[in-house]
């Protein structure tokens, strides 16, 4: 099992910017990757980063040059930092632990945080 907690949500306006942290702990063996996604009012989960151990990283088109993800493995902490933020990334955002063998970019076969809310006015 693995557990993840999610902070750094909360209303900004839209140019600014937010970090998210997700706190993992738990057996890591379990997880190959990491991913962050979102949930806008109305609309399905949906993936917006993931990265695996070796470091590589992928994100989803429209987050692209403003959203990193990264991870810090002695603290067995995954971070997004987001910015340039809009009102379409408005959504609660949830940090996923892969389970080994799944499609990383997939809902489907993960452990998740509660999610952390994140709202951008215009």
């Known amino acids: 099992q693995v557990q993840l907690v999610e902070s750094g949500g909360g209303s900004v306006q839209a140019g600014g910017s937010l970090r998210l942290s997700c706190q993992r702990s738990?057996?890591?063996?379990?997880?190959?990757?990491m991913a962050w996604f979102r949930q806008a009012p109305g609309k399905e989960r949906a993936w917006v980063a993931h990265i695996y151990g070796g470091g590589t990283t992928y994100y989803t088109h429209s987050v692209k040059g403003r959203f990193t993800i990264s991870q810090d493995n002695a603290e067995n902490t995954l971070y997004l930092q987001m910015n340039s933020l809009g009102p379409e990334d408005t959504g609660m955002y949830y940090c996923a632990a892969n389970i080994p063998g799944r499609v990383c970019p997939s809902p489907l076969g993960k452990f998740w945080g509660q999610g952390t809310q994140v709202t951008v006015s215009s």
């Open positions: 738990g057996s890591r063996y379990i997880t190959d990757c």
